[in-house]
Antibody
Framework: EVQLVESGGGLVQPGGSLRLSCGAS????????LHWVRQAPGKGLEFVSG????????YLANSVKGRFTISRDNSRNTLYLQMGGLRPEDTAVYYC???????????WGPGTTVTVSS | QSVLTQPPSASGTPGQRVSISCSGS????????VYWYQQLSGAAPKLLIQ???QRPSGVPDRFSGAKSGTSASLAISGLRSEDEADYYC???????????FGGGTKVTVL
């Protein structure tokens, strides 16, 4: 079964750090671009970051540039999001999603919740 | 403020047709494919329409997508109670070099 499962969310104080992981199974991991998309409570979807299959290209939303870093380990079929300098406005459910060429984000994980609060 | 503009809400009675608009610009919808996602309450988003107007396997043909210039639309015909959800349009933006989403449209089945 094709599956993505996020982990690593939790409660963190403003200014703190957190690393999210997204484990993949059931497909050829290195063939897919992967993304992080977040959704603040009661709000819409917001693209956070993306990384190409070989890790050579990355994309970051302006709202997280300089604070978040995306990476992947194709030997472990795992995607990461290193988050630093966290702010209350980073509070959201963080989803990982896979994407290939023009197919769109066709598989999503269930999400992991990040809460930034003192 | 989302880069793509959608109406916040839409509604219809069972069996009716509902249409949702998505307005963008040359750098996103104008030159790239539009995608639509359905998000049921408490669930992760699900890909509904790919490449402007194509349905992935398993998506009912009640859902259809269209695009003209810098605008796109999603139509739901034969509205059913299980279609009550939030719907988001998305496209790659060549100027921003990121994916951009609409603010979402909440569809209510009356």
């Amino acid at each position: 079964e094709v599956q993505l499962v996020e982990s690593g969310g939790g409660l963190v104080q403003p200014g703190g750090s957190l690393r999210l992981s997204c484990g993949a199974s059931g497909f050829n991991f290195r063939s897919y671009t992967l993304h992080w998309v977040r959704q603040a409570p009661g709000k819409g979807l917001e693209f956070v970051s993306g990384i190409s299959g070989d890790g050579g290209s990355t994309y970051l939303a302006n709202s997280v540039k300089g604070r978040f870093t995306i990476s992947r380990d194709n030997s472990r079929n795992t995607l990461y999001l290193q988050m630093g300098g966290l702010r209350p406005e980073d509070t959201a459910v963080y989803y990982c999603a896979r994407h290939k060429t023009s197919d769109g984000m066709d598989v999503w994980g269930p999400g992991t919740t990040v809460t930034v609060s003192s | 403020q989302s880069v793509l503009t959608q109406p916040p809400s839409a509604s219809g009675t069972p069996g009716q047709r509902v249409s949702i608009s998505c307005s963008g610009s040359r750098s996103n919808i104008g030159i790239n494919f539009v995608y639509w996602y359905q998000q049921l309450s408490g669930a992760a988003p699900k890909l509904l329409i790919q490449r402007d107007n194509q349905r992935p396997s398993g998506v009912p043909d009640r859902f259809s997508g269209a695009k003209s210039g810098t605008s796109a639309s999603l139509a739901i015909s034969g509205l059913r109670s299980e279609d009550e959800a939030d719907y988001y349009c998305a496209a790659w933006d060549d100027r921003l070099s990121i994916w951009v989403f609409g603010g979402g449209t909440k569809v209510t089945v009356l």
